[in-house]
């Protein structure tokens, strides 16, 4: 099990940028992939971003693309998702997330995915 706490969320204007991070405990952080979702006020949680183990392979929502950045840090431990030209829809909860290896077929699905932060509020107003 992995332990993972987000932080860097807050309140941007329309075009701003902000810098998600998100600190896992484990000394197997590196088998996981990680993932972003975010679930907006009356929707559903949703697929934001992925980065395989090594890093290598990222996965993105077509809303997000060109916009976000996923990456990490497997000497820190860390997975960080910079945010930027934000729009009002992207307002939500940012959760961070850690997927086993035999997860990895469901990368952009919650099911890829066994343990969860608690989430970070991002506000873009207009």
């Known amino acids: 099990q992995v332990q993972l706490v987000e932080s860097g969320g807050g309140l941007v204007q329309d075009g701003d940028s902000l810098r998600l991070s998100c600190a896992a405990s484990?000394?197997?952080?590196?088998?996981?992939?990680m993932g972003w979702f975010r679930q907006a006020p009356g929707k559903e949680r949703e697929f934001v971003a992925a980065?395989?183990?090594?890093?290598?392979?990222?996965y993105y929502a077509d809303s997000v693309k060109d916009r976000f950045t996923i990456t990490r840090d497997n000497a820190k431990n860390t997975v960080s998702l910079q945010m930027n030209s934000l729009k009002p829809e992207d307002t939500a909860v940012y959760y961070c997330?850690?997927?086993?290896?035999?997860?990895?077929?469901?990368?952009?699905?919650?099911?890829?995915?066994?343990?969860w932060g608690q989430g970070t509020q991002v506000t873009v107003s207009s």
């Open positions: 997330a850690a997927g086993r290896p035999s997860m990895y077929g469901s990368v952009r699905l919650e099911r890829g995915y066994a343990d």
């Open positions: 484990g000394r197997t952080f590196t088998i996981y992939h």
């Open positions: 980065i395989s183990s090594s890093g290598v392979t990222t």
